[in-house]
């Protein structure tokens, strides 16, 4: 039986890296998956071909995160065309690094929204037809650097430990209505958001790492299977720790 059979969901920031991948296994799991991205049309299209080919029903959105009203309209217009929200994960990230020194107000921001308040938004959208279903699973993307802190990265730390108190809260909010919402906090994913690091950081972080290796979105995204999927029906408020050993 596949884990995710006639359930819905939206996973933003899916048209690459660890957003693509949860996307594959959720609809290889029988999910239907509404998908969204900022500015990638063309591997859109191509998401939503694989998909398709999978044998569920898929469909890619452009649809800024960071903005609420677009997540309201997303919400709505999925509920339309696909009848119901069983399951939201709100993957979308940036990162704009810089010492604290040389960090600008502008890229403090920017992270902030697109990180952090792009959770609030869409979290916000979904949760009546999930209160009115009684049942839910919202998974937010978090990072070791929001559980831990990094040199360098003052504003995404601050965006991806807010996703944890903000994952909390919900989960003691909407327990009673059945929604669980929990976090995942990967280490280091080799995807395009970590490639552009020189080759010698990287090799030090993998080094480091108790597993010796940098993790895959298959990683993540087998892990967002489990959460997404009743095999965690009694799991809510939790942060799981994705990382091969880093946090130990
Ligand atoms: P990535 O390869 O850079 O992909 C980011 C995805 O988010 C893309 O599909 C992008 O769409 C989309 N996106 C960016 N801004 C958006 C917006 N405003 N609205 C909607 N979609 C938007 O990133 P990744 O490495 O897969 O990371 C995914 C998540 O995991 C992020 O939240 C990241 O912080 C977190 N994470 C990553 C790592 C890691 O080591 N890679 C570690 C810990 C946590 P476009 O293509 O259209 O721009």
């Given at each position: 039986?596949?884990?995710?059979?006639?359930?819905?969901a939206?996973?933003?920031?899916?048209t690459?890296?660890?957003?693509?991948?949860?996307?594959?296994?959720?609809a290889?799991?029988?999910?239907?998956?509404?998908?969204t991205?900022?500015?990638?049309?063309d591997?859109?299209?191509?998401l939503?071909?694989e998909?398709n080919?999978?044998?569920?029903?898929?469909?890619?959105?452009?649809?800024?995160?960071?903005?609420?009203?677009?997540?309201?309209?997303l919400?709505?217009?999925?509920?339309?065309?696909?009848?119901?929200?069983?399951?939201?994960?709100?993957?979308?990230g940036?990162?704009?690094?810089n010492?604290?020194?040389?960090?600008?107000?502008?890229?403090?921001?920017k992270?902030?929204?697109?990180?952090?308040?792009?959770?609030?938004?869409?979290?916000?959208?979904?949760i009546?037809?999930?209160?009115?279903?009684r049942?839910?699973?919202?998974?937010n993307?978090?990072?070791?650097?929001?559980?831990?802190?990094?040199?360098?990265?003052?504003?995404?730390?601050a965006?991806?430990?807010?996703?944890?108190?903000?994952?909390?809260?919900?989960?003691?909010?909407?327990g009673?209505?059945?929604?669980?919402?929990?976090?995942?906090?990967?280490?280091?994913?080799?995807?395009?958001?970590?490639?552009s690091?020189?080759?010698?950081?990287?090799?030090?972080w993998?080094?480091?790492?108790?597993?010796?290796?940098?993790?895959?979105?298959?990683d993540?995204?087998n892990?967002?299977?489990?959460?997404?999927?009743?095999m965690?029906?009694?799991?809510?408020?939790?942060?799981?720790?994705?990382?091969?050993?880093?946090?130990?």
């Amino acid at each position: 039986m596949k884990l995710l059979e006639n359930k819905t969901a939206i996973i933003t920031g899916a048209t690459r890296g660890i957003g693509k991948g949860i996307a594959e296994f959720f609809a290889k799991q029988g999910a239907n998956v509404a998908f969204t991205y900022n500015s990638s049309v063309d591997a859109a299209n191509a998401l939503e071909k694989e998909l398709n080919s999978y044998g569920v029903k898929a469909k890619g959105y452009q649809s800024n995160a960071a903005n609420f009203d677009a997540a309201q309209e997303l919400a709505k217009n999925v509920l339309e065309e696909f009848g119901s929200i069983d399951i939201l994960v709100n993957n979308a990230g940036i990162t704009k690094d810089n010492l604290l020194m040389r960090i600008s107000e502008e890229d403090f921001d920017k992270v902030i929204e697109i990180n952090l308040k792009s959770v609030f938004n869409l979290t916000k959208a979904v949760i009546r037809p999930m209160m009115k279903q009684r049942k839910g699973s919202i998974i937010n993307m978090s990072s070791v650097v929001g559980v831990k802190g990094n040199a360098g990265q003052t504003n995404y730390a601050a965006s991806k430990a807010g996703i944890l108190g903000f994952t909390k809260s919900v989960a003691l909010e909407l327990g009673s209505r059945n929604i669980r919402c929990n976090a995942i906090a990967p280490g280091f994913i080799e995807t395009e958001m970590t490639a552009s690091l020189p080759e010698d950081t990287v090799k030090g972080w993998r080094d480091a790492i108790p597993l010796k290796r940098g993790g895959s979105p298959e990683d993540i995204a087998n892990a967002c299977v489990f959460l997404a999927s009743d095999m965690s029906a009694y799991i809510t408020g939790q942060t799981l720790n994705v990382d091969g050993g880093m946090l130990t």
